[in-house]
C-alpha cells in the first residue's frame, strides 16, 4: 500500500505531466505482479483442494492427474524448491555417490527436481502417474526418458539393480502400500533415496529407516526442515 507521501509525490509528477515518474513512485507494475502472483497462488491453493480430495495414495491416479490441469500444481518454480532440490543433490553427492550412471525419479511431475538431479548423473529416467505431468516433463527435458504409470506398471519394473539409485523425493506420502513400495526400488536400485516433510516423520518414517542399513539427515529453507533416508539397494548389499 502506498503511504500518503508517494500518493502526493505522485500527483505531483501528474500535475507535471510525468506520467513515468508517477507510475514508478507508485511502483504500479511492481504492485501489479505481487498482485497477480498472490491471486496464483489463492487459485492454486484452491485447486489442489479440490483436485486431491479424498486422495491418501497414488493409487488415485486420476486425482492427482487432475491436479495438473493447472501448470506447476505443487509450486516446485520457488526459491523454497529449488533449496530443497539443490539440497537433495547435496545429500546425494557427498552421502551416495558425486556422479552416477542412471538415475531413476520417482514421481517426477513436470521435471522441475528432474532438471537439477541430471546434474549428476549421466541418463535421467523419470516416472510420474499423470501422463499430463509426463507431457510437460518431456517438453521441459526432451534429453531424459519419461513415463506415465506407477511404478509396478514399468517393463523393467522387476529387473533387479537396474539403476544406480532410485529417488522418491515427497511422494511416499501417496503410496498405498509403502513397504511394497520400499522393497520395489531396494530391488530396481543399486542405491535408494527417500526424502519426505519433517512433519511426516511419524508416518513414514519408521518404515524408510526398517531399510537395511538405512541412514538419514535433514535439511531446512527458514521454518520448514526436510528428512533425506539413503541406503545400499539389495544388490549392492
Known sequence: MSTLDDLRSALSHLRRGDVRAAVDELALPM???QVRARAQQVVRRTWMKYALRGVRQNDAHGRLDLAYSVPDPWHMDSEQERHRFL???RVIA????PRL???LEVGCGEGHQSEVLMRLCDQLTGIDVSPKAIERAHRRLPGATFAAGDLYAQPWSGQRGRFDLVTACEVIYYMSDRPRFLDAIDALGKACLVTYFAPAAKKVEAECMAMPGARKTSFRFADTEWVAVWWQGSTAR
Open 94 to 97: 557427498e552421502r551416495v555417490a
Open 31 to 33: 504492485r501489479a505482479e
Open 101 to 103: 550412471g542412471t538415475l
Open 87 to 89: 539440497e537433495t543433490n
